[in-house]
């Protein structure tokens, strides 16, 4: 990216009317590559924004400036950052450290919790996945949602059933959570091939996973299709944490759990 200061002497300018000259500089994974020096070709409002854009600006740092030449640069793609001052070359290391460029949307949000959903078919079969997109979403009442590719597995378990347990995982399972995470039920028994552990749950009709410190039981409540997920939202019924977690209200340490 790169990015301009209007400089007076050897610090940030008030605006572009009053500068000297305009440093441009190139930033790379947060490091200066580039410094060059140019002059200011005039107090012109109108004009400045295609000569800055010239050189692939992509934001002019300065101290302040109008409403309407803002908007002049905006329309050029060039942000404006202004309220900034003191020296132009350390602002610019500052910058650079901090510059802002667009990334790839997938998955954007981090970091994303790693947990288990259990859940059990209409026919008694139970099944469990790793799910990536989840989170709370309301605490009157309580309420957390779990996104499911309609492709996978569970989801006409899920969808079938109305129910499922989201169970959050420590290092300690780290090894079944990457085997039930990367394998599918319909290629085989995997509960079975990493003996997971069931337990009946006390209110929905969904197994819990007793070697997860805290296990979360839900109803389904709505949903709604996001694009690739259908998001479930599930009422909670009920949790389950490990005594050790708990104060005296019931309330849990989440600190004292190793999350993967």
Request: proline share 5%; glycine share 8%.
């Amino acid at each position: 990216m790169k990015f301009s200061i209007a400089v007076k002497g050897a610090d940030v300018s008030k605006n572009t009317g009053c500068c000297d000259i305009f440093l441009i500089f190139e930033e790379k994974r947060g490091k200066i590559v580039m410094r060059q020096i140019i002059n200011n070709p005039g107090h012109k409002p109108d004009l400045l924004p295609g000569f800055l854009e010239e050189f692939k600006i992509g934001a002019l740092l300065c101290g302040e400036m109008d409403e309407q030449t803002r908007q002049a640069f905006a329309e050029k793609n060039i942000n404006v950052i202004t309220g900034v001052s003191g020296n132009a070359d350390k602002i610019a290391e500052e910058f650079a450290l901090t510059a802002k460029q667009q990334a790839n949307m997938q998955s954007c949000l981090q970091p994303m919790p790693k947990v288990l959903v259990s859940c059990r078919g209409l026919n008694g079969e139970n099944n469990v996945l790793a799910v990536g997109y989840c989170g709370n979403c309301s605490y009157a009442p309580p309420m957390v949602m779990v996104g499911i590719v309609p492709t996978r597995y569970s989801y006409p378990m899920i969808k079938g059933s109305g129910c499922f347990v989201v169970n959050l995982v420590d290092k300690r399972y780290k090894e079944t959570f990457d085997y039930l995470g990367s394998h599918s039920k319909r290629d085989g028994d995997k509960l079975a091939a990493m003996n997971v552990r069931l337990q009946e749950g006390k209110k929905v009709n969904a197994p819990i996973l007793p070697d997860c410190p805290v296990n979360i039981e839900c109803t389904v409540v709505d949903s709604i299709v996001t694009g690739s997920h259908e998001m479930f939202i599930g009422k909670i019924e009920y949790v389950h944490a490990a005594a050790k977690l708990l104060d005296s209200e019931g309330k849990i340490d989440f600190s004292q759990i190793n999350f993967l």
